[in-house]
Each structure stands twice: as structure tokens, then as C-alpha cells.
């Protein structure tokens, strides 16, 4: 503990799995903010330059192990790139298809952060086992939900990780009938368990700190945007097209992080569930706008904290148009596709919102086919300038009310709340003072 | 996810046999190759579930809705020769170590169980690991360990026969 009122040495080493290993440094003195760094200081993982050679259907696989929690995501990220590249049009049962395996990682995503990662901070434990001697409807109901989850992806794609089933143009290998039915009747059942979720996480009490910050994401023209639309960020009405991705990405390094870093029209933005919601709040599924409002979630929203209620939000959304979509597959019935392709020159952009926000992959094809030059922006390092200011500005008004540790669990339930990619997170609970 | 639930319920003690392992790496998949083909050979009392790829969450809500004893089928290594096997009971899994470092890709077995028992799953559960030869990328199985399938088959059915049947046992 510093002895000086008001000075802190906080220095939380290894903030893992930011797709690799980051640390946290708050130096104040006297009152006055020193210095306030989020460091990533893992080394870079190369699969733009693992792809370079490879045909376009071996490459979605590939990227896909970028993440495994967010393995959906790339696959389909670069498959909608490589389409792009290579002129492929897809049917509208692979669309419903790929929005369910979207949708399906969301769900099991979410239910991860919310209830097993970010849940904790809010009950005072630490970690989700406490929770289960405290809270056991609340974990049995989270390990229910998540399990649905990871089924409804299995079926869909064929395996809970790494799916195989998606492919340029359709599906490899088409959900089986019953599967999908059992899948809908579980569905339609967790819409009673989420209800009672969302009854217990009204009663939590979130930190009551804001920093007005642009929100980016998709937008599209008839639904909330989650596997297709164009870029949009709230301090501007103009759509990008997901083509120019780099004009509203505008990557730059710094010093202290291996992680490149994103701004748009201001200093940083923030994507994920909240930016979502703030950026596409009327297109949410009428019985997710209802749970907002219960949860005290109005648009717009510029605490970083209920990043967590908006990813329980998304939940409901998902949970209900995964419904409808099932509904309507079910009733549509499904044909085996061609999944034949040309090789051909080009190059091409896809973007899907992801849990942890919008990520872009780009991919260009030489006279052979083979991939030439490759692109990925994920979400985690477009928010990592965002974390820090918000670090920046919420210590000066925490310091004088917090002692040396809650400042830094606030800073820590931050970082959480953002639900960076850091899978691994809970390293960084080692708080070390200096 | 593979399922033979004919005997549930039956009389004597149920047993539920997982299969666990990652499906793209090789020897560590034959946890879920060796329930497979339990399932179709499997000793009465004995309900046999491949969950390949699954996360540790879901094998903690498996362990909770079926409440019953649990053999866990998983490769581990050990040191042995491949495809050599040992029985470990659960004083050995290391339920509940690593507690502070529960995390979306850290959630081991041990953390796992920990969880199902604090969620009130009393039943014994006990380990069936069985050494690999290659746990690289690939879907095949090592040479060393398809040559091993008829014994360790056979080895799997018996001791899943014998903890079906021998009443509320203490595994391992």
C-alpha cells in the first residue's frame, strides 16, 4: 500500500489472452494521474502470412483458429471475404444457416462473459465457483444456457469448435432435421431461463461511471446487424462500405502495445454488444428492447460497464430470432447446394459483428487462386484505445473515494466488462503494488 | 454428441461413460472414439455419452442433469507407453485447483468438477486415461493407438461393467 493519500503504484502484470498477454499501470501521485497504460505486449501471431499460398476454401478453417471463442466469427468473416474476392453468390438457406451459427456463437459467448467471467465482480467473488455455494439456481441456469449454446452450434455446424460443416458458396455437410427441432424446443425453453437471468441482473449494481466515446458496428437496412451490413459509427450518419473497413479503422501503433490500435472520427471508439445496441437499439427483437428497459439500458449509453447487460440483451435478441430462423428452416426444409467454385484473381472484404464487436477480414487472390495478401482487424484491438481512456478518466474520479484495491478491481471489472479476447483473463486478478 | 441411454435407470447402480478429447488432434480424441464404440457394446447399467470438443462447462451441466456415477474417458499424459491406461479416482483429478484462474479458455477438468459437486452432484467420478502416442493435429489416430483399440476396448467395457454393477462405489 502507497503511505502518500491519493498515490498508487498499480501494476497488474499479465492481462492474458488479448490473444495474448497484456498488463495494466496506474501510477498516481498525490491526487494527480500520472500515468494510466493498458500494455499488450504479446508478440504477433502471423496467420495473415500463415494463409499466403493457400487455396480459398482451406483458408476460413485456418483463420478459424485465430480463437476458439470466437472461431465462428473468423470463419465466417473470411469466407464472406473470399466470396467477395472471388464473385461467389450464396443461397438464401445458406444465409439463414450462417446467421444461426453467428447467432449460436453469440449465445455461447455471452453466456460465458456474463455469467461465468464478469458475474463475479458483481457478487463480490472470485471466480464462479463461490457462486455456485451462493447463487446455485443462478450458475445451474448459466450452465444450462450455455450448454444449449454450444449444442445449437454443434448441430448447425457440425462441431462446437472449429466448425466444419460452413464453406465457400454452403454447407459441406446440412443440419440434421431433428437435431434442429430438439434445438428449437431447447430454445424456446431458455426464453423462462433467460427471464429469470434478467430479473437477477436488474438487482445488480454497476459502476456509475461515463465517457461519452463514438460507438462503431454494423448497421443494416432490415435487421439488427449481426452477420451482414455496412460500417457505422455514431458520430457520423454515413454508412461505409465494409470494402473501405480501413477508412474507419485506421489502425496505429504505439509505443506500449504490440496490439495495433483504432480511431475514427475522434480519438477512439468502442466496439461490441453496447455499441450495437446504442448503434442499432430499434432493430433489437421487440422482447430484447422490453429486457433494456428492465435493465435500466437506455440509448445512449455511455457507461462501459453495461457492456455486460447489453451482451444479456443480445442474448434474448439471438435467443428469439433464433427462433424465428429455426421456425422458418424448419418449415422451408433444406437442399443439398453445390459447393463448387472457380479460382479465380481477385481480392474482396466480409465483416461480421462478433460478440466482442465488428471484425474484418480482407483477402486477395493471384491468376492461380492462391491467397496473396490477407487482412484481420478484431474487435479487442479496436477497443484497446477506448479501454484506456476510460481508464484515463475514471481513475481521477474514483481516486478520493476508493482505496488502492477497489480502484483496481473498478479497473480490472473495466477491462472485463469490455470482454476482450483476453480468454484468459483472470490472470490479471494478480494485483501486484509497487 | 453420441448417446446410448438404453440401460438408464436400470436396476443397479447407472453408470455414465464420457468420452472426451479434441476431435482435430489426434490420440487426444479417443476418449470419444472408445465411448463410441462403447455405445454400441455397452454393459448393462451403463449409459455411454462422446462429447467431443466439449468445453468443461458442458461436461459439468452433462454431470448434473444425469447425477449419476461418471467414468470420465480422456487421454492423459502420464508417462506410460501409449495406449497403456490407469484408472485415477477423483482424489487425483484435481477438483478445484486453479480456482482463481477460471477464464474463458482455463477452465480445466478439476475446475469443472468442482463446480457440478458445489452445485450438489455427489456421485463418485473416476478417470479412464489412456496414454498417447500423438497428440498433433490430424483427425487419425496415432499407429500406436489403433493398435491398442481391442485391447483398450475391451479393458473400457470391463471396468465399466464392474463399476456399474458394484453398487454405490468409490471409484479409483
Known sequence: MSAEPGTHRIHIEHVTRVEGHGSLRINTRAGAVEEVRLEIVEANRFFESFVIGMQPHEVPQTVSRICGICCVGHQLAATKAIEAALGLAVSDQTLRLRKMLNESQFLQSHALHVYFLAMPDYLGAKSVLPLAQSHPDLVRRALKLKKLANDYTAVIGGRTLHPMANTLCGWRKLPDRDAMAEILARLRESVTELQAMTEFVATLKFPALERETEFVSLRHPQEYALYDGEIVGSDSDQLLAVSDYRQACNEFTVEHSTSKWSRWHRESYMVGALARVNNNFDQLHPRAQQVAEELGLRVPCYNPYLNNTAQLVEMVHCTHHSIALLEETLDLGLQIEDVGYVPRAGRGAGAVEVPRGVLFHEYAFDDQGRCCDADAVIPTSQNVSNIERDMRAFVPQLLGQVGEQELALHMEMLLRAYDPCISCSVHMLDVEFV | ?172
Open chain 2, 1 to 172: 454428441m453420441w448417446s446410448s441411454s438404453d440401460s438408464r435407470g436400470a436396476a443397479g447402480c447407472s453408470l455414465l461413460v464420457l468420452g472426451l478429447g479434441a476431435s482435430s488432434r489426434r490420440d487426444d480424441a479417443i476418449g470419444v472414439h472408445l465411448v463410441e464404440r462403447l455405445g454400441a457394446e455397452a454393459p448393462p447399467g451403463v449409459e455411454a455419452v462422446a462429447l467431443p470438443d466439449a468445453d468443461a462447462l458442458s461436461v459439468a451441466q452433462v454431470l448434473l442433469e444425469a447425477a449419476s456415477a461418471a467414468l470420465i474417458v480422456d487421454c492423459a499424459e502420464m508417462g506410460l507407453a501409449p495406449g497403456e491406461w490407469r484408472l485415477i479416482g477423483e482424489s487425483d483429478l484435481g477438483a478445484g485447483r486453479g480456482l482463481g484462474a477460471w477464464s474463458t479458455h482455463g477452465v480445466g477438468m478439476g475446475e469443472a468438477l468442482a463446480l457440478a459437486r458445489a452445485l450438489g452432484f455427489t456421485a463418485p467420478v473416476s478417470l479412464f486415461a489412456v496414454q498417447p502416442a500423438d497428440c498433433g493435429v490430424g483427425a487419425q489416430l496415432s499407429v500406436e493407438l489403433w493398435a491398442s483399440m481391442g485391447e483398450l476396448r475391451a479393458a473400457l467395457r470391463q471396468t465399466a461393467g464392474e463399476i456399474a454393477n458394484c453398487g454405490c462405489q468409490e471409484a479409483g
